[in-house]
């Protein structure tokens, strides 16, 4: 079974920084495309960012100049650097990822349970 974890969330001041971190384990033969979403409270979940295996990366524009999304394809990682946090940042971060278990021909898409960031003074 695939399973996919996200910590490094936590609360910080405006203007910090955190790092989120996704881990894919299990039955896993190829990691496609990583992405990060968020959901604050009230609203419907937001793409954030994302990384194809080959390396090509998007962010959403309410984070460009301040997110990175980045992937270890060896130790089946995916990290997202926050700077300048803004209180708007606030929200419940995910890791998805579209993953080819082992034994399967074509990818699923996987969620992790989520990861809470608080953006506050």
């Known amino acids: 079974q695939v399973r996919l974890v996200e910590s490094g969330g936590g609360l910080v001041q405006p203007g910090g920084s955190l790092r989120l971190s996704c881990v894919a384990s299990g039955a896993i033969n190829l990691i496609d495309r990583q992405d990060w979403y968020r959901q604050a409270p009230g609203k419907q979940r937001e793409f954030v960012a994302s990384a194809t295996l080959g390396g090509i990366t998007n962010l959403a524009d309410s984070v460009k100049g301040r997110f990175t999304i980045s992937r270890d394809n060896r130790k089946n990682t995916c990290d997202l650097q926050m700077n300048n946090l803004k209180p708007e940042d606030t929200a419940v971060y995910y890791c998805?990822?579209?993953?080819?278990?082992?034994?399967?021909?074509?990818?699923?898409?996987?969620w992790g349970p989520g990861t809470q960031v608080t953006v506050s003074s």
């Open positions: 998805n990822a579209l993953i080819i278990p082992i034994g399967a021909i074509r990818s699923d898409s996987y």
